[in-house]
C-alpha cells in the first residue's frame, strides 16, 4: 500500500472509478502513514481516523456508477485547524479555542464534502495563524519533513508538512502575508495564493481580514489546480467574495508558455538573499528565459516599504478580529477574577500566546487617537500605492519570478527571538497581500543540505490560470525538484 502513498489525484480517481482501488484502502493507508510519521512530524493536532474510515467506506457502497463522479471523490485530505468544520474540534492552536467546536463548516469545506473528499483531520499551524515558523501553536511544534530539526515554516506549517511527508493527498492553508507559500518553500510543496475574493472566507477564523485568503498546498502544479478549481467560486455569504465567471485551471495547463514576459523585480535583487537560495532561483529565470520568454527588469521601490505597511494593516486588523475573544460567549475563560474587567484581562492574558498578545498590542496601538494618521493610514497609503505599481509593472510583463523566502528553513532549536528580524522574512511574499494578487509557490531545487528552495510565480488578479501553466510547464522540465 505505499504505493498509494506515491499517487497523485489523476491516478488515485481511475483506480477509484476502476474498483481497483477502494477509498477505504486510500485512506487506510493515508491513516497508517500519519500513525508512522505523526511522532516526528507532528503535523496534525486532530485526526478524524473514525470519521474518515466512516466516509470512506460510505463512498464505496454509493460508488455504483462512474458517470460524472468528482475528481476528488474519495481523495483524502486535511484542513489547517483555523478553517471550520461542523462538530469537529477548530482551535487555531491556541488556548483561547482549545475546545472550540463549530455550529457549521466554512464554504471551502462544504464544497469539498459535495465533491468527495475525505477528511483525515485539522491541521497544526501558528497560533492564529500570527507567525512563519508553526512553533507558536499552543499543542506542539510541527517539523519539516526534509530535516526534522528544521522548521516547516508558516503560519501553514502543519498543512504544508502533512504533504510533504504523504500524511494527506493534499491540504488547505491560509495565506495572509506568506503563510501558505513560505512552508510551501520549505517543504518542496506546491502552494498557491489564489486572488483576493476568489476563494470564500466565510469559516475562515479572522486574522486580517482584508488580507487572508485561502489557498490549496500539494505535490504537484496539476494536483494544486484540480483542488483550486474545487474550492473557487463567488460565495453569497462571504461580502469579499467576487461574482464572476471562472475558468476550469486543468484545460490549458499544458498550453505553450513562449513569448510571454517575465518581470524581476529590482528591489528584490538586493535584499540579502542567500546564496543557497539565490543560485536556484537564477536558475529557474534561465530555464524561462531558455522558453523564448522575455526577461523585463522592474523598478518598483514601494515594496521597500510594504513589509512595514503589511505589519501595520494585519496588526491592526488582528486586535479588532480578536477583541471578540473576550472569556464571555465563547472560548477560555480565567477561573480567577474579581469583576468584569478583571475577567476579561485574565482570560485574554492566559488563553493568547506571547505573538499574538504582541500583535494585539501593536494593532491597538497604531489604531489609537494621536497615532492613526500617523502609522494606519499612512500604511494605506502605502498599500494604494504598492497596488499601483503592480498595476504598472504588469503593463510592462505578463507575470513576476521572485523568491518566496530570502534563506531556507530555520533551525527549530535556533529560532530568531528577535521578532523584527522574523518579520523581514516576509519580505518577498506581503506585496503580494497587499495588491490581493495571485501567486504559486513551486520548487525550484534543493541546497547542498538537501533543503528546498522554492520559487513564486505572481500575477495580475485572477491569473491563477496562466501561473498553473507556468508551473507546470517547468515542473514537467525540471522533474528533479518534484516530491514524489
Keep these: 500500500m505505499k504505493d498509494v502513498l506515491k499517487k497523485d489525484i489523476l491516478s488515485l480517481h481511475e483506480l477509484i472509478i476502476k474498483k481497483e482501488l477502494s477509498c477505504v484502502e486510500i485512506t487506510k493507508a493515508y491513516l497508517d502513514n500519519i500513525s508512522d510519521k505523526e511522532t516526528d512530524i507532528q503535523a496534525y493536532i486532530t485526526i478524524t481516523e473514525d470519521l474518515a474510515l466512516a466516509d470512506a467506506k460510505k463512498k464505496d457502497e454509493q460508488l455504483t456508477s462512474t458517470d460524472n463522479v468528482s475528481l476528488l471523490y474519495g481523495i483524502p485530505g486535511a484542513l489547517k485547524d483555523n478553517i471550520c468544520t461542523k462538530n469537529i474540534k477548530t482551535t487555531c492552536a491556541s488556548k483561547m479555542l482549545e475546545d472550540f467546536i463549530p455550529p457549521y463548516d466554512a464554504t ?19 497560533e492564529f495563524a500570527m507567525g512563519s515558523t508553526t512553533t507558536t501553536s499552543h499543542f506542539h511544534k510541527t517539523h519539516n519533513p526534509y530535516d526534522l530539526s528544521k522548521s516547516p515554516g508558516g503560519s501553514s506549517g502543519g498543512s504544508a508538512g502533512a504533504v510533504a511527508a504523504s500524511q494527506t493527498v493534499f491540504s488547505l492553508g491560509s ?3 506568506g503563510s501558505i507559500r513560505q512552508p510551501a518553500s520549505f517543504c518542496n510543496v506546491v ?12 469559516g475562515l477564523i479572522a486574522f486580517a481580514s482584508s488580507l487572508d485568503q485561502i489557498g490549496p498546498i500539494t ?29 476550469t485551471s ?14 524581476i523585480i529590482k528591489q528584490f535583487c538586493s535584499q540579502g538573499i542567500d546564496d543557497s537560495v539565490s543560485i536556484r532561483i537564477d536558475k529557474a529565470i534561465k530555464w524561462y528565459a531558455s522558453q523564448n520568454i522575455e526577461i523585463v527588469e522592474l523598478d518598483m521601490p514601494s515594496l521597500d516599504w510594504a513589509i512595514y505597511a503589511y505589519y501595520i494593516i494585519s496588526s491592526a486588523e488582528a486586535s479588532s478580529n480578536l477583541a471578540r475573544y473576550d472569556g464571555i460567549r465563547y472560548g477560555f475563560r480565567a477561573d480567577e477574577y474579581k469583576d468584569i474587567s478583571s475577567l476579561y484581562e485574565q482570560s485574554r492574558s492566559l488563553g493568547f500566546g506571547s505573538e499574538v498578545k504582541r500583535r494585539i498590542m501593536l494593532g491597538t496601538f497604531v489604531l489609537s487617537q494621536g497615532y492613526y494618521d ?3 493610514n499612512k500604511a494605506q497609503k502605502v498599500r494604494s500605492l504598492v497596488s499601483m505599481q503592480f498595476d504598472e509593472a504588469f503593463k510592462k510583463c505578463d507575470f513576476i519570478l521572485a523568491p ?5 528553513a530555520f533551525s527549530l532549536d535556533n529560532i530568531e527571538k528577535d521578532a523584527v528580524k522574523m518579520y523581514m522574512e516576509d519580505i518577498f511574499t506581503v506585496p503580494v497581500n497587499i495588491a490581493g494578487l495571485p501567486a504559486l509557490s513551486v520548487p525550484c ?19 491563477e490560470s496562466m501561473l498553473y501553466q507556468l508551473g507546470y510547464a517547468y515542473e514537467q522540465n525540471n522533474k528533479e525538484n518534484r516530491n514524489d
Design 108 to 126: 471551502v469545506y462544504d464544497k469539498l464534502k459535495k465533491d468527495g473528499m475525505v477528511l483525515l483531520g485539522k491541521l497544526n499551524m501558528d
Design 175 to 177: 495565506d495572509t502575508g
Design 191 to 202: 502552494g498557491l495564493k489564489p486572488t483576493y475574493g476568489s476563494v470564500s472566507r466565510y
Design 219 to 247: 505535490k504537484s502544479v496539476y494536483d494544486n489546480a484540480l483542488v483550486f478549481d474545487a474550492i473557487k467560486g463567488h460565495d453569497v455569504l462571504d461580502s469579499t467574495s467576487v461574482k464572476r465567471l471562472y475558468d
Design 250 to 263: 486543468t484545460c490549458c495547463i499544458e498550453k505553450d508558455i513562449s513569448k510571454k514576459r517575465m518581470g
Design 374 to 376: 500617523q502609522y494606519y
Design 404 to 408: 518566496v523566502t530570502p534563506s531556507t
Design 445 to 463: 531545487g534543493m541546497t547542498d543540505e538537501k533543503l528546498p528552495v522554492g520559487m513564486q510565480l505572481i500575477g495580475p488578479r485572477f491569473s
